[in-house]
């Protein structure tokens, strides 16, 4: 299928690895010019290459934290004109609900929900301004189902999907689209800690972890970076224009709802 966004340019935030480089990539080969980052520099920088020299986009590298003020001044400055937006950055630590206190709610806060939202309020502008616009933001299934070790990221997602809700009911007369994509359990380096977390509580192997969480996914397998890039692509094309505020889970059928 033809995305139609060929030529355009994108900023495609904490993309050298996992998720956001599943992006990255997928609209590189729909042709799409892309702005990448995450905070080092080499594995940045390879990934950079790779999709220069496969797709023949143009990629501008920002190696920058970007939930820091200065991190995200820093992007956006050498990204100067973009149509597309994918938000993304680490996920909090795990822990239980005794566990944290108001700096790591802020923290949290900080990096899953305030960044996503200055970043917005940063390039919606302009994309409405030049009437076209996408804006993925990458946040997790524990929006539908929260994750009971993973509560500061069940509170900062919730927070920053209340948020695009309005928002992008706001800007879609401009034709500007704004959605959620979020994940399940997806084979990335934030799995392997995850499933990390488990091995070590339950005194069991990394393979098992993995083996067990599987079988409570009805999909019986994680999804891969390439797929989840696939959906975030078609989530920018052209053909996403009256998609408005939705949240899209891909989690192999893990969260058991009837909508
Ligand atoms: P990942 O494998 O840990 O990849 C993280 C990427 O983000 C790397 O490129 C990393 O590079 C970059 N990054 C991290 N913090 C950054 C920061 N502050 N500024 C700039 N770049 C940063 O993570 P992932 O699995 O792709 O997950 C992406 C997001 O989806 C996370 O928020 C995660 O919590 C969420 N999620 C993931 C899953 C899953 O199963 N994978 C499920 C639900 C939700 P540097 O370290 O060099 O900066």
């Known amino acids: ?107 949290a806060l900080d990096a899953n929900m305030l960044t996503p939202i200055a970043l917005m309020k940063a390039l919606l502008p302009g994309m409405m301004e030049r009437g076209w616009g996408r804006v993925v933001n990458i946040t997790s299934q524990s929006v539908k189902s929260p994750i009971p070790v993973l509560g500061l990221s069940n509170a900062a997602r919730a927070g920053l999907t209340g948020y695009v809700a309005g928002t992008a009911r706001q800007v879609a007369p401009s034709g500007v689209v704004i959605n959620n994509l979020l994940p399940g359990i997806h084979a990335t380096d934030r799995a392997v800690s995850l499933d990390t977390g488990v091995s070590q509580a339950q005194g069991i192997s990394l393979d098992d972890a993995r083996t067990q969480r599987e079988a409570t996914i009805p999909a019986r397998r994680y999804g891969t970076a390439e797929e989840f890039g696939q959906t975030c692509a078609f989530m920018c094309s052209v053909h996403a224009g009256f998609m408005i505020g939705q949240n899209i889970l891909l989690d192999g059928g893990a969260v058991n709802t009837t909508m």
């Open 1 to 107: 299928m033809d995305l139609g966004i060929k030529g355009k340019r994108a900023l495609v935030c904490a993309s050298s690895k996992g998720l956001g480089r599943g992006c990255a990539e997928a609209l590189a080969e729909a042709g799409v010019d892309l702005v990448m980052n995450a905070r080092g520099a080499e594995a940045l920088a390879e990934t950079a290459a790779r999709l220069r020299d496969a797709h023949g986009v143009e990629v501008t590298e920002v190696a920058a934290d970007i939930t820091s003020d200065a991190g995200r001044a820093e992007v956006l400055a050498a990204a100067g004109t973009l149509d597309i937006l994918v938000t993304n950055a680490g996920g909090p630590p795990p822990g239980m609900w005794h566990d944290w206190e108001r700096d790591d709610f802020v923290a």
